[in-house]
Each structure stands twice: as structure tokens, then as C-alpha cells.
């Protein structure tokens, strides 16, 4: 079926987002075409000049209105200057804070290491977490990369880094989820589950 150019235009549009092939994509665009409740016109407001509209943290690096030199955590004196959690990207920083269980602030990395994709230390955001740490007053740096070769060859990289600070580094820990089973558990999981076991209380 041969759609009309500006329907067709949005469906390409839909398609070129992750996780949206082709029949998404259509779905989406039909659904909004048939929709009485105006979203289109408010999904079009809401993407008119958005990025425009939004910066980067100068603290941590994570996202912010524009107006703002700093985001919602670095601005709220509640939160707990000693500790800073290493991210790779600010979608896990929102991650994290859907857990309202972590008080202290964040660094967003903007990425992770991949030398096979010419990704190196001066193309993330390290330095200024190095700035971050002359006052002395971090005690603790969690490493939450992800669980991935990249993630792990991050967090190596910048515990050898971090070395030369008298400063706690730790890595969030990984292994089953809870609710899974053993037998549907991979190896690697199992490893690690293994591997960062701990005492019973």
C-alpha cells in the first residue's frame, strides 16, 4: 500500500527510533491519524525545539532545563555530597532514582570504553569527575556501569584511575534477580552471582 507522502514521512520517522520497526512504526502512525484528542498536536508541541530547551549538568553531566546550570540532584543541598555514583548515560540516573533508596549525587559518564568503536578516556566525561574530587570531600565512588565488556572495561579503567585518591571505590553488584530461577540463570550470571555472595546476617 503506497501511504501519502506526509503519513509515509511519519512512519520513517517512527522507524529510524529504537526498538520501532516497521509495523510499529505504521500502528503509530495510524493511531495518531485517527486519534480525536489532539496528542498529535501535543506530541508535535512537546518536540518543537526540545533540545533547545535542555542541557547538561555542569556538576554531573546530566540532563537539565536550560536555564539551570545544575540539575535537580546537584541543586538539592539534601543530597549527600561524599558519595557519587558513576553512570554511563543520564537514563540511568533516572533509573536509579526510581529506586528512592540512593541519596547521593551522580557523575554521568556520556558513555563507556570501546576501543573497538575509537572510544577512549578523552571522549568521555572523566576529567571533570577528577576536578570533582580535589576538595577532598568524596569518601565513596560507586561504579554502576553496565554489565557489559564495555561497562566492565570502564569500571576497571577508572578504579585504576581513581587509585591515587583516598577514596572508597566500589561496584554495584550483580547476579540473579529476584524472583528468578537457577535453571534459567546464564553462566555468567551464575559466576557473578556467585562470586559477590554475601555473609547471612
Given at each position: 500500500m503506497?501511504?501519502?507522502?506526509p503519513l509515509?514521512?511519519?512512519?520513517?520517522a517512527f522507524e529510524r527510533l529504537p526498538g520501532i520497526g516497521p509495523k510499529s512504526a505504521s500502528r503509530l502512525a495510524f493511531y495518531l491519524l485517527r486519534d480525536s484528542s489532539n496528542m498529535g498536536q501535543e506530541l508535535s508541541d512537546a518536540l518543537d525545539?526540545?533540545?533547545?530547551?535542555?542541557?547538561?549538568?555542569?556538576e554531573c553531566f546530566n540532563i537539565t532545563v536550560a536555564e539551570k546550570k545544575l540539575c535537580e540532584v546537584c541543586s538539592d543541598e539534601a543530597r549527600d555530597?561524599?558519595?557519587i555514583c558513576i553512570v554511563e548515560d543520564a537514563l540511568d540516573v533516572l533509573s536509579l532514582e526510581r529506586t528512592a533508596g540512593?541519596?547521593?549525587?551522580?557523575?554521568v559518564l556520556h558513555g563507556a570504553l570501546s576501543p573497538i568503536e575509537g572510544v577512549g578516556p578523552d571522549d568521555l566525561k572523566i576529567r571533570?569527575?577528577?576536578?570533582?574530587?580535589?576538595?577532598?570531600e568524596v569518601e565513596e565512588i560507586i561504579l554502576a556501569t553496565n554489565p557489559s565488556m564495555e561497562g566492565d572495561a570502564?569500571?576497571?579503567?577508572?578504579?585504576q584511575q581513581l587509585a591515587q585518591y583516598d577514596i572508597r571505590v566500589t561496584r554495584i553488584a550483580r547476579g540473579l534477580p529476584i524472583g528468578g530461577d537457577l535453571e534459567y540463570a546464564?553462566?555468567?550470571t551464575l559466576l557473578r552471582a556467585l562470586s559477590g555472595r554475601q555473609e547471612m546476617d
Amino acid at each position: 500500500m503506497i501511504l501519502p507522502q506526509p503519513l509515509q514521512q511519519l512512519v520513517n520517522a517512527f522507524e529510524r527510533l529504537p526498538g520501532i520497526g516497521p509495523k510499529s512504526a505504521s500502528r503509530l502512525a495510524f493511531y495518531l491519524l485517527r486519534d480525536s484528542s489532539n496528542m498529535g498536536q501535543e506530541l508535535s508541541d512537546a518536540l518543537d525545539g526540545f533540545r533547545d530547551k535542555l542541557a547538561f549538568c555542569e556538576e554531573c553531566f546530566n540532563i537539565t532545563v536550560a536555564e539551570k546550570k545544575l540539575c535537580e540532584v546537584c541543586s538539592d543541598e539534601a543530597r549527600d555530597r561524599r558519595i557519587i555514583c558513576i553512570v554511563e548515560d543520564a537514563l540511568d540516573v533516572l533509573s536509579l532514582e526510581r529506586t528512592a533508596g540512593y541519596k547521593g549525587k551522580y557523575h554521568v559518564l556520556h558513555g563507556a570504553l570501546s576501543p573497538i568503536e575509537g572510544v577512549g578516556p578523552d571522549d568521555l566525561k572523566i576529567r571533570p569527575l577528577y576536578a570533582r574530587l580535589e576538595d577532598g570531600e568524596v569518601e565513596e565512588i560507586i561504579l554502576a556501569t553496565n554489565p557489559s565488556m564495555e561497562g566492565d572495561a570502564t569500571a576497571l579503567y577508572l578504579s585504576q584511575q581513581l587509585a591515587q585518591y583516598d577514596i572508597r571505590v566500589t561496584r554495584i553488584a550483580r547476579g540473579l534477580p529476584i524472583g528468578g530461577d537457577l535453571e534459567y540463570a546464564d553462566q555468567n550470571t551464575l559466576l557473578r552471582a556467585l562470586s559477590g555472595r554475601q555473609e547471612m546476617d
